[in-house]
């Protein structure tokens, strides 16, 4: 047993920030080999910048002044306040000396202070062949009573080597099931015509999109959680592309995609939410809305390379249409959850 000190970052100590990013870089060579790599810029913004819906707090074990794991935890303020979602990590050469497991005590005396009834943590794992990811985060959850709630896979699309022609020919066919609808690209704040559809479609995301047997509760987003998460992403750097289908009968929003290029980050970026409401559904706005986002990257950022994105396994429908654009099978996620 290592003798520490569980403390809150101080984003004035350059000294413990610095030592903070150099664990979470470690964690991720040593564990997430083969996966998009750490973006230190973006740790830096979400110390400073947060959303006003969610109460992060940030914890470190530290001895000497060196820390030696982090704890990130999340607690949402408006919905899913039952709930806290964490992150944690343990330099890979300070392991097997109690300093995960003091943390995800911490983690769970926190959430129990707080009056939250369920802990969850996104855990990276193999999968099929991904020899450079470690089993150790899973492996560790369920020791420690956590649940596997929800199985999904990473999978990445490289834009310098997509079959432009081939997604040519796929608009083609798509676009000749989706006459009556116009594609309505932006960035940031969704115009106002449509921003109140938006904010509906994102409230669905907690209820339509495969669950497991995660405890995610419904939503209710409304323009003003978008104004707030769009201040936020401005006040980090990130760029944040969007295209929504609109039905141009009614005027309603019938789906939409959207892809956030972090600040500092010039290789990876990732696939936020899709849907398309069940209403539209059975025109190949998924398909669309992919391809137009996707080509709106390169478009903003000539010289970015890879997407990531993420779906529950079960999520047929959306996986087919990932490959079809390009994404390519790159390991699994998992969802791990302990209630009380």
Same mark, same amino acid.
């Given at each position: 047993m290592t003798h520490f000190d569980i403390v809150p970052v101080d984003p004035g100590d350059q000294r413990q920030v610095r030592s903070r990013l150099a664990v979470m870089a470690a964690v991720d060579a040593h564990d997430h080999t083969g996966t998009r790599p750490l973006n230190p810029a973006r740790e830096l913004s979400r110390i400073l910048v947060g959303r006003a819906d969610v109460r992060d707090e940030r914890w470190v074990a530290v001895c000497d002044d060196r820390v030696l794991g982090f704890l990130d935890v999340?607690?949402?303020?408006?919905?899913?306040?039952?709930?806290?979602?964490?992150?944690?990590?343990?330099?890979?050469?300070?392991?097997?000396?109690?300093?995960?497991?003091? *943390?995800?005590?911490?983690?769970?005396?926190?959430?129990?202070?707080?009056?939250?009834?369920?802990?969850?943590?996104?855990?990276?794992?193999?999968?099929?062949?991904?020899?450079?990811?470690?089993?150790?985060?899973?492996?560790?959850?369920?020791?420690?009573?956590?649940?596997?709630?929800?199985?999904?896979?990473?999978?990445?699309?490289?834009?310098?080597?997509?079959?432009?022609?081939?997604?040519?020919?796929?608009?083609?066919?798509?676009?000749?099931?989706?006459?009556?609808?116009?594609?309505?690209?932006?960035?940031?704040?969704?115009?106002?015509?449509?921003?109140?559809?938006?904010?509906? *479609?994102?409230?669905?995301?907690?209820?339509?999109?495969?669950?497991?047997?995660?405890?995610?509760?419904?939503?209710?987003?409304?323009?003003?959680?978008?104004?707030?998460?769009?201040?936020?992403?401005?006040?980090?750097?990130?760029?944040?592309?969007?295209?929504?289908?609109?039905?141009?009968?009614?005027?309603?929003?019938?789906?939409?995609?959207?892809?956030?290029?972090?600040?500092?980050?010039?290789?990876?970026?990732?696939?936020g939410d899709t849907i398309v409401d069940p209403r539209f559904r059975g025109h190949r706005l998924g398909t669309l809305l992919k391809i137009a986002n996707q080509r709106l990257v390169r478009a903003w950022r000539p010289r970015m390379r890879y997407v990531w994105t993420g779906n529950a396994v079960s999520n047929d429908h959306m996986i087919a249409i990932n490959e079809a654009v390009g994404y390519r099978y790159v390991c699994e996620e998992a969802v791990f959850q302990k209630q009380r």
């Amino acid at each position: 047993m290592t003798h520490f000190d569980i403390v809150p970052v101080d984003p004035g100590d350059q000294r413990q920030v610095r030592s903070r990013l150099a664990v979470m870089a470690a964690v991720d060579a040593h564990d997430h080999t083969g996966t998009r790599p750490l973006n230190p810029a973006r740790e830096l913004s979400r110390i400073l910048v947060g959303r006003a819906d969610v109460r992060d707090e940030r914890w470190v074990a530290v001895c000497d002044d060196r820390v030696l794991g982090f704890l990130d935890v999340n607690l949402p303020l408006l919905d899913n306040t039952h709930a806290a979602y964490f992150d944690l990590g343990v330099h890979p050469d300070e392991r097997r000396r109690g300093v995960g497991s003091a *943390l995800l005590r911490h983690l769970e005396e926190r959430a129990a202070e707080e009056g939250r009834t369920a802990c969850s943590t996104w855990v990276l794992e193999p999968g099929d062949g991904a020899t450079g990811i470690s089993a150790v985060g899973g492996a560790f959850a369920v020791a420690k009573g956590y649940k596997r709630s929800l199985s999904c896979a990473i999978r990445a699309v490289d834009l310098d080597t997509v079959d432009e022609e081939a997604l040519d020919r796929l608009w083609d066919e798509a676009a000749a099931k989706a006459e009556g609808f116009e594609f309505v690209p932006f960035e940031g704040l969704a115009p106002e015509r449509i921003i109140d559809g938006m904010a509906y *479609l994102h409230g669905r995301m907690y209820t339509d999109m495969p669950l497991g047997e995660w405890d995610l509760q419904e939503a209710a987003i409304d323009r003003e959680r978008l104004r707030d998460w769009s201040d936020m992403r401005r006040l980090r750097g990130e760029l944040h592309l969007q295209v929504a289908a609109v039905h141009q009968e009614s005027g309603e929003v019938a789906g939409f995609t959207e892809i956030v290029i972090e600040g500092g980050e010039e290789t990876h970026c990732s696939q936020g939410d899709t849907i398309v409401d069940p209403r539209f559904r059975g025109h190949r706005l998924g398909t669309l809305l992919k391809i137009a986002n996707q080509r709106l990257v390169r478009a903003w950022r000539p010289r970015m390379r890879y997407v990531w994105t993420g779906n529950a396994v079960s999520n047929d429908h959306m996986i087919a249409i990932n490959e079809a654009v390009g994404y390519r099978y790159v390991c699994e996620e998992a969802v791990f959850q302990k209630q009380r």
